[in-house]
């Protein structure tokens, strides 16, 4: 059972509950399906398929099952006495006669299951982990800015920082603090895309005292950017100013694609406070350092930062200048390179780019060819679970409403808000 909610992938924490040796004997898949409102099909494919993310689905089958809240990846809804009572008796009538021919649910067998202990001496191993756990939280967050790991990152998150109590050799000390920075700074910037901006905040906090504590000033400049592009995000860009400007201490010790980076962040502050001249200086100091950039010096965190990904962040500055009547022809350049730059494995990335594109040319070109572009970036969008996306479709939206009177228009306008309605 542990190795299967380790998963995070409903259908084989049901099959593994299924066989689980407690029964004695397997039991059959129509019957169970019978428990979670599914046919026998139905629930062999899920069982054999991709992991299902519809979390109103989720949230049932773990409440027919009794699976303990703190167990799961995503979070069960709250509900009053009243509900929750309600609950429980259709649940007990849905597997009543399971109860008789089964001895105990699936609460019964993971209620001896126990968090993990922190051991006394954290060595490479335990590192290493942690680093890779970012990484892959890193990788899903980049590719649907899904929800639905939130409580599975927070107790990664808490294991990680027990571990700092540990004993460590002063080396790994150092590495460990970097690691759960990491770890803190990549929780952060999936709170901040939900817009669960007091959790970022506090995880930001976080990963910056593990960065300065372990020496780190790789990992400091990049919890620095992250917090100037959420205050940037938020409306207030001289905090973001202030952010990146810190960012910059010691820059010497940056690799030429965090400066790009660092760089980049600030054109963005500054566009948004109407500076035009000081906006195109920094973009032009960030296109000189990423023409230095050199992948392979990069820590783990910067590996997004690719040529699509510096086109897209500043052609996001160039935006707000050109949405003000200058630059509109670099700005689009850039987010063109940008949507045709980023793969599949940066899917948030490419549809916001792409939904800023489409806003752009809505503005101030052709709203038939801006219609065209915007359909496409729904392709990826729809896919999204991401507040930021959201907010730049609803800008699109705003956009293209103006000029509704041309059909290929109103179509778009009609997707974007069947995709809301959903």
């Known amino acids: ?28 898949q129509d019957m169970v399906a019978g428990w979670l409102n599914l046919t026998q099909g139905q629930l062999s494919r899920l069982e054999k398929g991709t992991a299902p993310e519809q979390l ?32 429980n008796r259709h649940g007990f009538l849905r597997v009543a006669t399971a109860v008789t021919l089964v001895p105990g649910t699936l609460l019964e067998l993971i209620s001896a299951l126990k968090t993990t202990p922190v051991p006394p001496t954290v060595g490479q191993d335990e590192i290493d982990e942690i680093r890779t756990a970012a990484k892959q939280i890193s990788s899903w967050d980049a590719t649907d800015g899904r929800g639905l790991v ?16 540990a004993n460590a050799t002063p080396r790994d000390k150092m590495e460990l603090r970097s690691a759960v920075g990491f770890l803190s700074h990549t929780a952060g910037f999936m709170a901040f895309d939900r817009y669960d901006h ?15 504590d372990g020496k780190d000033w790789n990992l400091r400049a990049k919890v620095h950017s992250s917090m100037a592009r959420q205050s940037i995000w938020r409306g207030d ?50 296109d000189e350092e990423f023409a230095k950039a050199r992948p392979e010096n990069d ?55 792409g939904i800023k594109l489409s806003s752009l040319v809505m503005a101030v070109g052709d709203p038939q060819e801006a219609a065209a ?18 907010d730049d479709l609803r800008d699109l939206y705003r956009i293209a409403s103006r000029r509704i009177d041309q059909p290929e228009v109103a179509n778009l306008t009609g997707r974007i808000e069947g995709l809301f309605a959903t």
Request: charged share 25%.
């Open 237 to 286: 860009p001289d905090d973001g100013l202030t952010s990146v400007e810190l960012a910059f201490v010691r820059s010497d010790r940056l690799t030429a694609t965090e400066r790009a980076m660092l760089h980049t962040t600030k054109a963005r502050a500054l566009a948004k406070l109407g500076r035009v001249q000081e906006t195109l200086t920094e973009i032009g100091r960030a």
């Open 56 to 87: 109103s689905k989720l949230i049932h089958w773990a409440e027919t099952l009794n699976i303990p809240s703190d167990l799961l990846w995503f979070k069960l809804p709250k509900r009053n006495a009243d509900t929750l009572e309600d609950v």
């Open 299 to 353: 820590p783990a965190w910067m590996k997004y930062y690719d040529l699509a990904q510096h086109s897209g962040d500043t052609g996001h500055a160039l935006y707000d200048l050109a949405m003000a009547g200058q630059f509109s022809g670099e700005a689009r350049i850039r987010l063109s390179d940008a949507v045709d730059g980023h793969t599949d494995a940066y899917l948030r990335a490419r549809a916001i780019s």
């Open 1 to 28: 059972m542990r190795d299967a909610l380790a998963t995070w992938h409903m259908g084989r924490v049901i099959y593994a509950y299924r066989t689980h040796p407690f029964h004695r004997r397997t039991l059959a």
């Open 150 to 165: 939130r409580e599975a990152v927070f107790a990664q998150l808490r294991y990680a920082v027990r571990l700092l109590g």
């Open 373 to 390: 572009i915007g359909h496409h970036a729904l392709e990826d969008a729809e896919h999204l679970r991401s507040r930021r996306a959201a």
């Open 198 to 212: 007091k959790d970022a905040r506090s995880m930001f906090e976080l990963g910056l005292a593990c960065a300065e």
